[in-house]
DNA sequence: ATAATAATTCGACGATTGTCGAACAAAGGA
DNA sequence: TCCTTTGTTCGACAATCGTCGAATTATTAT
């Protein structure tokens, strides 16, 4: 029913999408997007309240990086993978990035 | 005299520099130094007081983006750029971004 | 109509942040 | 030695942030 406001992709700012970027949890979720497309909130998981999750979507859709659609009683949030690219080339291969995980080999 | 401690390269996280990076200011000095080398605090300019500025740049410093070095009673700084590129390939790039000018071209 | 599901909104809270002026410290030059 | 320059540190302050539980809305299923 309230269907959720975007920014325009040219409303998109260095500082507004290093901001949004700048939580694990946000990561997390734009990292579980785009591995897995287009997901429910429902579907992401976290180690936080709903309602700090909703909270952390409701962050990076303000920053232009997510598109929410609402679908029956679940909100489907998929990356603005397009726009960003053009508009912020590398960025999401950053969020893409391995953790550095410490593996147990003798030499990498 | 005092030596400016500065993280290995390794304990750079992504949380850690998109939060470095989210404010305007940081931004700006980054640029600043991208583009002029090393340079004093001093030297970049910033509509902020001097104890904010230094706030910023040891922020940079915290985060991994910086390296700063005492030379007489200024303080030099640049960029840690090769380490930063190893570890996050592109992150500079979004920096050096010109910000949308909305110039007055009938096509662009 | 009732219940269940999915997500948002509403305070509230402690923590962190950006900002400043003032005080301080270190180095260099008069 | 004293003064200037450069930068840091120290409160302090308002603003923002991440977090939560509880209440609310909206949709679907029974």
Chains 1, 2 share one sequence.
């Not at 970027?21 to 429910?40: F, M, T």
């Amino acid at each position: 029913m309230k269907p959720y406001t975007h920014p325009a992709a040219s409303e998109m700012t260095l500082p507004g999408v290093m901001q949004a970027l700048s939580d694990p949890c946000r990561i997390e979720i734009v990292r579980a997007l785009l591995n897995g497309g287009e997901l429910a909130c429902n579907e992401v998981e976290l180690k936080v309240s709903k309602a700090t999750k909703s909270h952390h979507f409701a962050v990076l859709r303000d920053a232009g990086l997510v598109l929410t659609r609402s679908e029956g009683t679940r909100c489907m949030t998929s990356v603005r993978r397009e726009e960003i690219d053009r508009r912020f080339p590398g960025l999401l291969d950053l969020v893409l990035m391995e953790k550095p995980k410490r593996t147990r080999r003798k030499a990498g």
